[in-house]
């Protein structure tokens, strides 16, 4: 069967991710990066969604705490307050303060490692260009320039078999991923997207509002509990 490393953060979009590589036959590896989130509950959901597609067993978690200590965004930064209810808190015109410097870019890294060794395909990764416009690290031009590098650093790439990124949600909105996702019967009552990192998800960050109103967009209702 052929293989798929899947950056599994726990959240709403990679667990799309998992259910739709299973869906298109890969066998699937998850990865999942401890990088000192704020929000670090969002591990064991997706420990939960790797046992829900029964490969716990092929579930790695890799600490990148390094991130914590360089800082630089909301969601690293205890001294800088995740924005609430749209406002966005920009580092500048365009970023949102709670993007990760170097965070997918490090990823896409260490998974093309994995992939490699494993002799996968693949790797998914839930990058939504629409939602997360302001992050430049979730734009179809940086996967496109990654993918370049990965033909060009790894020996398969060399050897004429490079390694795919797949991004099948960039392009989509919300209400789209979720329509997918529960026609694919993804486990979202197992995932978080909140940024605060509480027991129940906040309710006002931008990410827990982007996806309740993907749920109403969808016609449907977000299965896990909120504070507010």
């Known amino acids: 069967m052929k293989k798929a490393v899947v950056i599994l953060s726990g959240g ?3 667990t799309t991710c998992m259910g739709m590589a299973q869906d298109q036959g890969y066998e699937l590896y998850p990865i999942t990066f401890d990088y000192g989130q ?6 064991e ?5 790797a046992e829900f597609y029964e490969v716990s067993g092929r579930h790695r978690v890799i600490s990148l705490g390094f991130l914590k200590e360089f800082g630089g965004s909301a969601l ?3 001294s800088i307050d995740v924005p609430e209810a749209g406002q966005s808190g920009p580092i500048d015109s365009d970023i949102p303060i709670t993007y990760v410097p ?3 870019l490090l990823f896409l890294s260490i998974a093309t490692s994995y992939a490699e060794v494993i002799g996968a ?8 260009a629409l939602d997360y416009s302001g992050y430049p690290d979730c734009r179809p031009e940086f996967i496109r320039k990654v993918e370049e590098v990965m033909a060009l ?8 078999g490079p390694i795919l990124i797949e991004t099948p949600l960039i392009h989509w909105t919300k209400a789209e991923i979720i329509r997918e996702g529960m026609r694919l019967g993804v486990p979202y009552q197992l995932t978080t997207s909140c940024y605060n990192g509480q027991e129940e998800a906040c309710g006002v960050c ?8 993907g749920f109403m967009d969808a016609g449907s209702s977000d299965p896990i509990p909120y504070r507010k």
Do not use: F
């Open 12 to 14: 709403l979009d990679s």
């Open 206 to 213: 931008d990410s827990c509002r982007l996806r309740l109103k």
């Open 38 to 43: 704020r929000h670090k509950g969002e591990i």
């Open 153 to 160: 650093a790894t020996r398969v790439g060399v050897e004429g």
């Open 121 to 128: 395909e693949a790797i998914y990764i839930g990058v939504n």
């Open 76 to 78: 690293t930064d205890e």
């Open 102 to 104: 170097g965070r997918n």
């Open 45 to 49: 959901n997706a420990r939960q969604v």
